[in-house]
């Protein structure tokens, strides 16, 4: 993966961090009951056939999936934006992973949840996953940040349609315009993942497709950091290590930075790892 962690502290079933099939279910906070019905099935259904569910313990579709795959006695692992001994919801959920499951961070223990490490850990969810299956998301989620990066690697990107009419359909329909997979079932995706399935990845960079729905507006940085990234990427087009370079800003908070910012449509990420401005 790009930019890798120089460590992953690990807490619970620490087997589950060995090669094996898994497949990354991600979404909403704030899903429609038919939202969570989805993840709770996918979840179930994948961890009953072998598949480990990962995921980042958040409220909705990812505690959804965790549960599921947890009451069928399947594995599942959740990545966090806190240390593994301050898992982020607390609660009986992340206790209960963290003692059938694992929860697995790039942070020290102690560190707490920080609002810009959740968009970031989700390059480690996606890097962790042979695919990443999408389970309702609004038009600018952290969902779509985590397809992007499984996309970059050449790993799968897989959605669950929804209804045209609900706001939290609108993030998998951008990505069904941009060449994600639709499923309708568990057996779809254990088919396209672990049979002779293409990964989207592959397939997007030989056939891209529509452009998509046209972004909406689009904020200016909002802090020193992402003022300092977006004016190092002025005419350039760079890696998150050039970028950290530049900037003098460090890698992690360079990280945090960009992904903020292709978050709210101010820059964007191509092939190869390289970012580079959306407009002038």
Not at 139 to 144: A, F, I, M, T, Y
Not at 231 to 258: F, K, W
Request: hydrophobic share 40%.
């Amino acid at each position: 993966m790009a930019s890798p962690p120089d460590a992953l502290w690990l807490r619970g079933r620490t087997e589950l961090i060995a090669p094996a099939p898994r497949v990354a279910i991600v979404g909403s906070r704030s899903p429609s009951p038919y939202g969570i019905a989805q993840a709770a099935r996918f979840g179930r259904e994948l961890a009953e056939a072998g598949v480990c569910v990962v995921s980042g313990l958040a409220r909705g579709v990812d505690a959804a999936a965790h549960a599921a795959a947890l009451d069928v006695g399947g594995a599942t692992l959740a990545v966090l934006g806190c240390g593994v001994d301050r898992p982020w919801p607390a609660g009986p959920a992340a206790e209960r992973v963290a003692r059938d499951g694992l929860l697995v961070s790039e942070h020290t223990p102690g560190t707490p949840p920080r609002r810009h490490h959740f968009p970031l850990r989700n390059r480690i969810l996606a890097a962790l996953a042979d695919a990443v299956l999408v389970v309702e998301a609004a038009h600018r989620s952290g969902s779509l940040i985590t397809a992007r990066w499984a996309a970059d690697q050449g790993q799968h990107v897989l959605a669950v349609p929804g209804r045209v009419d609900h706001p939290m359909a609108r993030g998998v329909t951008r990505l069904l315009r941009e060449g994600a997979t639709p499923v309708e079932s568990p057996s779809m995706v254990l088919e396209d993942v672990f049979g002779d399935g293409q990964p989207f990845g592959a397939r997007a960079s030989h056939e891209p497709g529509p452009a998509g729905p046209p972004p909406g507006p689009r904020p200016g940085p909002a802090t020193p950091d992402e003022r300092a990234v977006v004016e190092s990427l002025r005419g350039e087009t760079l890696t998150a290590e050039e970028v950290a370079d530049r900037t003098g800003l460090g890698l992690g908070r360079t990280l945090a930075a960009l992904t903020t910012l292709e978050l709210d449509g101010a820059i964007r990420r191509g092939p190869g790892g390289l970012h580079e401005r959306t407009s002038a």
